[in-house]
């Protein structure tokens, strides 16, 4: 048997999650929101709009955006973007330890 969970952040509704987090990383690693969407199999139209919500719904710019053109555009995470995407992480890592840890407790 193993443990399975979800972890989520909210504020009065869904803020920041799995996917989010997933798309702020491949859009740091790879610089384009285009090429980060392309990569997690989803739209570019998904992939703005839950940026757009959660920038709406936290207050703050989660990515800077360069419009195409000769340098090609692209996008790359604000320092608030990247504070999150690596609070998140940690408390991922430490949100996995506990359970594993009850799980162990628990079920063993």
Not at 63 to 81: D, S, W
Request: charged content about 30%.
């Amino acid at each position: 048997m193993q443990v399975r969970y979800k972890l989520w952040l909210e504020e009065d509704e869904h803020v920041f999650g799995e996917g989010l987090f997933e798309l702020l990383q491949e859009v740091d690693r790879l610089g384009s929101i285009n090429q980060a969407a392309r990569s997690l199999k989803m739209s570019y139209r998904q992939a703005w709009g839950q940026v757009k919500k959660a920038e709406e719904r936290l207050g703050q710019r989660l990515l800077i955006t360069r419009v195409g053109g000769e340098t090609g555009g692209g996008a790359e995470l604000t320092p608030v973007g990247r504070r999150l995407v690596q609070r998140y992480q940690q408390f991922k890592r430490e949100a996995a330890a506990a359970i594993e840890e009850a799980f162990q407790r628990c079920f063993s």
